[in-house]
């Protein structure tokens, strides 16, 4: 039983958190924490049930939980085990920093731990509502693929709602709109964030400018092989392989050569695939790629990934915009991405800028 004594696992029978979830949310730190090995078996069911004091279907759906979120995989005849490579969250010390600074917030207006569990699920609960009267962003993209991806991204991290406004449409949006104080921020990427601040000039509407890195595995199959191999970005809009062949130049990988980027519709694909030995490409036009490369050509998928450093930069605007202050992460400095931020407002009169390492 070593093995638990380790995780130190504890439930709270009166705690207004179910017991499912509190044994869940222990499991994944203990394993993004490194407290159970990766392809370490867990103890079974039975014993985590008479250890815990709880009932073994309690247990069992935990487990269950676990599979579907990617962090543990059952092997036939021998039990439950960790996975080689569980799902990447935000970092551990940084969310442990956050809960200390919301417990200490609380106890310091006599609340309870007890009392913030049960306000922030009631938040969570009423958030749709809030999204859709109070915070919106504005996000400007010059292609609609580009706006489809980071209002995915921005809308899957962050309680916003995304006004998504194509960038050659920006001006005449502008114009209609009456209101400065409508978009709590402006998003876009960090090529057209000189055009957007122009435009936006005067709103009081603080503008951050987005990066899209290429994913860590990515740049690890590239590293991988052989030196002077010639690669090629494709995307749906040009705009897009850009942006991603951009991000794969800033890796500073010796032995890649990079050739070129262009939309996957067009004259320059079957030019750009003659000149290559490898394709990085987006899942959506792999099948076109795949046909005009054939067996020769390498095609390695890549449907990027929005640098977490600029998320954090967008919540840290919005948090202290509602007046509440928050003590921002020291960011680390890279050559491998960027993440921009200006204040328009002469109310706050300030300029955020940060670095952001690639995730």
Not at 107 to 121: H, I, N, R
Not at 207 to 233: D, K, N, S, Y
């Amino acid at each position: 039983m070593k093995l638990k004594l380790a995780l130190d696992l504890r439930v709270d029978a009166h705690s207004p958190i179910p017991i499912r979830r509190q044994l869940t949310e222990q499991l994944k730190h203990a394993i993004e924490g490194g407290g159970v090995p990766r392809e370490q078996a867990l103890p079974s069911i039975r014993e985590l049930a008479g250890f815990l004091a709880i009932n073994p279907n309690t247990v069992a759906r935990v487990i269950e939980d676990l599979k579907q979120s990617g962090y543990v995989e059952a092997r036939r005849g021998k039990g439950v085990f960790v996975v080689p490579t569980p799902p990447a969250r935000p970092s551990p010390h940084l969310r442990e920093r956050l809960l200390q600074d919301v417990v200490i917030r609380a106890a310091a207006l006599g609340m309870t731990a007890d009392d913030v569990a049960v306000g922030v699920l009631s938040v969570a609960r009423t958030r749709p509502t809030a999204i859709q009267e109070a915070v919106e962003v504005l996000l400007v993209e010059c292609s609609p693929p580009e706006l489809d991806f980071f209002a995915r991204e921005l809308e899957g991290q962050l309680p916003v709602r995304v006004d998504r406004v194509l960038l050659d449409d920006l001006a005449a949006v502008v114009r209609r709109r009456k209101e400065p104080g409508h978009w709590r921020a402006a998003v876009t990427s960090f090529c057209h964030l000189p055009q957007v601040e122009r435009l936006l000039r005067g709103r009081a509407v603080p503008v951050i400018a987005l990066l899209a890195e290429a994913h860590l595995e990515t740049l690890h199959q590239l590293a991988q092989l052989p030196p002077g191999t010639r690669a090629g970005v494709v995307s749906v809009a040009a705009e897009t392989a850009h942006n991603l062949e951009h991000s794969i130049a800033n890796a500073g990988l010796p032995n890649i050569t990079l050739a070129g980027a262009c939309p996957a519709e067009g004259p320059a694909l079957p030019r750009l695939v003659r000149r290559v030995d490898v394709i990085i490409c987006s899942t959506t036009v792999a099948e076109r790629v795949r046909a005009l490369a054939g067996p020769t050509v390498r095609v390695i998928l890549d449907d990027r990934a929005l640098d977490q450093r600029a998320v954090e930069m967008l919540a840290d605007l919005l948090v202290r915009q509602d007046g509440i202050p928050v003590s921002p992460a020291t960011p680390p400095t890279s050559r491998h991405s960027r993440a921009h931020s200006s204040n328009g407002s002469k109310r706050r009169g300030r300029t955020m800028r940060a670095a952001a390492r690639a995730k």
